[in-house]
């Protein structure tokens, strides 16, 4: 913005301002009275006035009040021709007469709020001139270029994320050489969504991807795609995306997807029209480019659920990569990254701080490290020491900068148990997949995950694969219930699953016997305005009760099927319990161990081993997408 700030010459006029009438003030004087005419003739009279000054309007003066003290006084003059004989006749010692009168101030009482009012309109012209400048390039997209070759950034400058970084491969290598996939015919793509909790990392690694491939990367956010005016979000989509085109091959990167991207008839009234016809722009752009012509689109979001269900099909963002929150590697690997740049003290241990850090997201521990150098350049410290970290770790966990949350040992301990309650289940179930991955590190909304991953693509599910999965979902609710004699809101979304599961299994899969093979309508049908509206009741009250009984037999049975497993195994409950809260994630053959009563290597002997079941896992979920997550 230009020096000559409407915002700043209001500023100093308006100080001035206050300035005059504050000397103006002062230098009346704070004891100044204002006498009666009458009163003033009195004193006159009575001889205590020993100095008059008469100006049109006013008279000001000193005098000596009934106690004797000294003062000045002020009062209205009146059609009064003896004043000066009586003046004259008690002995004022001063007396004279101008043509101004307190110009000052009075100038500033009748002026000065017009003075002002002239101020603001110039300041509100000048503001809306600029909105209107401003309002031209409107539909222009705010998106930035960020590159620069000094400050490339790679995937070395990102820890952790190791399978993301290994879907996004495929990525680089098309933006890398398009032609050559051109030749070859490949389908690539268009879009990329990253999930995951603020701060894990999802722009950085988006700028990565730019980076390796070493193509120009232009962010911008969703919010930028919300405006007032209809057309004007729209308006700017299609000008990021010729802006794409035009510097192809590119990266187009949307942070905050969902501020676009929300369903669009979510909500009673339609919801919002411009937003609507934002994301309509998306959806038209993304399926009008093609991506030979070596532009992809990257977004972001924390909300998956949220989205429209149009935005991830084919051809738009089918391609979804997670991004976990970090685990003690990755948070270790991260500090790792952002401590290069400083000078450490060789008493700091990484390794400690990432335990102390559960909870932390890459932004948090960015931040960790740089508090901690700022703390030891305030004490002229040449290296940065373990107590500055210590000190940094209290100072972000009671700063306003958290993008997460420090998770206590209790919710620690309590969703361990949780997910090795999941755990426990599924492995002493017949029909259960195998369970691949049990981890007390959040992945999106959910706090810890079980991963089960099937042996073989499934078309078909049968009764009493339903009825374990019903069982695991309540394995984690029954281990918290067993071992804390308390429940939490921690199984919400198992509940809600498993109220869903055999719901289903009575109305549309015809698993109940009471009912038989019959497809009924669900009773409590979420109805959304424009949607379903229609749908008419084809059975009677009865049979609803019947359903409810229905529903609940299964659960509970379900429920106490998962409670008898995880009794009679409460010691190797304890057991993955207390693996877990070492090391936050179990592999599976690690459960497997555990149950067959071995012994897990030490975790410092396991890191070789460790990356070597990272890279298998990331080939065998290339090889199965069906996977259950249990949270
Ligand atoms: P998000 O887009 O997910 O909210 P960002 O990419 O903006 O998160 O991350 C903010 C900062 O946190 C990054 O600039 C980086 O300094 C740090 N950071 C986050 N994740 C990582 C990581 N995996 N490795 C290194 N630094 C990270
Ligand atoms: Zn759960």
């Not at 001035?16 to 504050?22: E, K």
């Not at 051109?182 to 894990?200: A, E, M, N």
């Not at 703390?375 to 997460?404: C, F, H, W, Y």
Request: hydrophobic share 40%; proline share 4%.
């Amino acid at each position: 913005m230009k020096k000559s700030n409407p915002w700043f010459v209001f500023f100093w006029i308006t100080l001035l301002i206050i300035v005059f009438m504050f000397i103006n003030f002062t230098r009346q004087g704070g004891n100044e009275v204002e006498l009666e005419y009458s009163q003033f003739k009195q004193h006159i009279k009575a001889g205590s006035v020993f100095k008059v000054l008469v100006a049109p309007g006013l008279i000001k003066g000193q005098f000596r009040d009934n106690a004797g003290v000294f003062k000045r006084f002020k009062t209205v003059p009146m059609d009064d021709p003896n004043l000066v004989k009586d003046m004259e006749d008690n002995k004022v010692l001063e007396f004279s007469a101008t043509e101004k009168s307190g110009w000052l101030g009075s100038l500033l009482l009748n002026w000065g709020p017009v003075v002002l009012l002239i101020l603001f309109c110039f300041w509100m012209m000048r503001g809306m001139s600029m909105g209107n400048k401003q309002a031209m390039s409107f539909g222009k997209t705010k998106a930035k270029l960020a590159v620069g070759a000094s400050k490339k950034i790679t995937f070395k400058d990102v820890a952790g994320c190791d399978e993301a970084k290994e879907e996004l491969q495929e990525i680089i290598e098309f933006l890398k050489d398009p032609a050559r996939f051109q030749k070859l015919g490949g389908k690539i793509p268009k879009g990329v969504l990253l999930f995951g909790s603020p701060g894990t990392g999802k722009t950085l690694l988006a700028k990565a991807v730019a980076g390796e491939a070493n193509v120009p990367f232009f962010s911008s956010s969703g919010s930028e795609f919300v405006e007032m005016f209809v057309g004007v979000g729209a308006s700017r989509v299609r000008d990021l995306f010729d802006h794409g085109r035009k510097s192809a091959p590119c990266l187009l990167f949307i942070d905050e997807i969902d501020a676009v991207g929300r369903h669009r008839f979510a909500g009673i009234g339609g919801g919002h029209d411009e937003r609507e016809q934002t994301l309509n722009q998306l959806l038209v752009e993304m399926d009008g480019f093609d991506s030979k012509e070596g532009v992809i689109l990257i977004a972001a979001t924390n909300r998956p659920d949220v989205l429209d269900p149009a935005l991830l099909r084919p051809g738009r963002f089918d391609r979804q990569v997670i991004i976990p929150s970090p685990d003690l590697k990755d948070r270790e690997e991260i500090l790792g990254v952002h401590s290069k740049k400083i000078k450490l003290d060789s008493d700091v241990i990484l390794n400690v701080i990432a335990r102390r850090t559960p909870g932390f997201v890459g932004a948090d521990l960015a931040n960790l490290v740089n508090e901690a150098a700022l703390l030891a350049a305030r004490n002229d410290q040449k290296t940065v020491n373990m107590k500055n970290m210590e000190e940094a770790i209290d100072r972000i966990l009671t700063g306003p900068q958290r993008k997460s949350r420090l998770m206590s040992d209790k919710e620690k301990k309590i969703i361990a148990y949780h997910e090795a309650g999941h755990t426990l289940v599924a492995k002493f179930l017949p029909s259960a997949d195998p369970v691949h991955k049990v981890s007390i590190i959040p992945r999106g909304p959910a706090l810890g995950y079980t991963l089960q991953l099937p042996e073989e693509d499934k078309y078909l599910t049968s009764r009493s694969e339903l009825l374990d999965k019903l069982s695991i979902l309540f394995g984690g609710r029954v281990a918290e219930e067993l071992v804390f004699s308390e429940i939490t809101t921690g199984a919400q979304n198992d509940i809600s699953k498993a109220t869903e599961i055999a719901m289903r299994m009575v109305t549309e899969f015809g698993m109940s016997d009471k009912i038989g093979p019959m497809a009924l309508q669900r009773p409590n049908e979420e109805v959304f305005l424009g949607r379903d509206i229609s749908r008419d009741a084809r059975h009677s009250g009865k049979t609803s009760e019947l359903i409810d009984e229905e529903v609940k037999n299964i659960i509970y049975s379900s429920k106490s099927r998962a409670s008898k497993i995880i009794k009679d195994n409460m010691s190797v409950l304890n057991k993955i319990v207390s693996y877990l809260l070492e090391r936050e994630n179990l592999s599976g053959e690690d459960i497997d161990k555990i149950i067959k009563g071995e012994e897990l290597v030490p975790l410092s002997e396991s890191s070789s081993v460790d990356t070597e079941t990272k890279k298998k896992s990331a080939v065998e979920k290339k090889v199965i997408n069906e996977r259950v997550i249990v949270s």
